[in-house]
């Protein structure tokens, strides 16, 4: 479809050379929010005041992302080697992850927003399994945007889990191994059922892909800012739409 769009294009006649914008922006945007910590020490404060200055980003980023004809909003909140950091900091990404789903659900269900969760949610302790539960279950009728919170996360955790999961059902007998192909995998992955994404964004500068989205990102554009994300905005993401759409996706073709 995007290559039959560009091809229109080339055959239009006033369209000069150079990159122009496709007709689709991006449908699943994914999010690397980085800089949180950085952007804390700058200012002389203690890391975690940057997580919370992240939630107020995230806030901001959730509202635009529907507006700006993105379905699928993939946030990476915590990942499974976060666990490493200090107690303090733990407690507190735990505590905003409480918050968020306590106090955002409600404003997030009138916006027609639904919450979903990607990641080792059973490994999480009760109080944050139950809340996200809720905002899931609260939420799970709306269809404006899907908001998947990516925590205790692992792109390798979560290939894992899907070969795991492939390997009980060749076992039990009701998988042939032959039969085993990309669509089956992707079909056991936390994301199942979901597009993979078109966009990754990084802030912070670091061009690394630090264990999201692996399998899925296969043929994501990847878009890095140097901005730290507490001080991400809807002007952001705009540009990085725009980027975007000067990008060529060949998905391997010529
Ligand atoms: C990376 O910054 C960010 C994280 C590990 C956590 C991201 C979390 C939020 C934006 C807020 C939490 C949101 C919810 C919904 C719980 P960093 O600390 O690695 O920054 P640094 O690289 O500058 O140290």
Redesign the pocket.
Known sequence: MRRMVRREREASPGVGPGPEPKAEGPRHVAII???????AVQRGLP?TA??RA??E??RGVVKAAPELGIKVLTC????TE?WKRPKDEVDT?MS??LE?CRLEATTLHKNGVRINAIGRIHELPPAQQREIERAVNLTRGNDRLILN?AVNYGGQAELVDAFRSLAAEVQAGRLDPDRIDAAAVASHLYTAGLPDPDLVIRT?GEMRLSNFLLWQAAYAEIWVTDV??PDFTREHLEQALREFARRERRFGAV
């Open positions: 929010m980085d800089g949180n910590g950085r952007w890391r940057g997580h992240g939630v980003a995230l990476y909140a915590f990942s976060n990404l905003l992850l968020y919170l912070a730290y994300w």
